[in-house]
């Protein structure tokens, strides 16, 4: 069984920085790709940054320059530094894991919120 385990989220003051973590495990899969996705209270869910296992990144064109996303393959764990937070980043964000010819896993969902 899958398991994805999310941390770091919290409340920030704009201009802030937050570094979110996300540990797969519970598969022998091969990891195809690890992501973050975020919620907005009455919006749809958005992808914010994506990785996958060539390391070649994209990014939502609202956090270029701002968010970083990296990833371990030893632990199995995606990162996503978050800099120079604005409140419209405020979100629920998810962890999400693309197993190879199995599809993709979701987090629980991790609070942040931006304000002063």
């Known amino acids: 069984q899958v398991h994805l385990v999310e941390s770091g989220g919290g409340l920030v003051q704009p201009g802030g920085s937050l570094r979110l973590s996300c540990a797969a495990s519970g598969s022998i899969l091969r990891i195809v790709a690890m992501g973050w996705y975020r919620q907005a209270p009455g919006k749809q869910r958005e992808l914010v940054a994506r990785?996958?296992?060539?390391?070649?990144?994209n990014y939502a064109d609202s956090v270029k320059g701002r968010f970083t996303i990296s990833r371990d393959n030893a632990k199995n764990t995606v990162y996503l530094q978050m800099n120079s937070l604005k409140p419209e980043d405020t979100a629920v964000y998810y962890c999400?894991?693309?197993?190879?010819?199995?599809?993709?896993?979701w987090g629980q969902g991790t609070q942040v919120t931006v304000s002063s």
């Open positions: 990785i996958s296992s060539g390391w070649r990144t």
């Open positions: 999400n894991v693309n197993y190879d010819g199995f599809g993709d896993y």
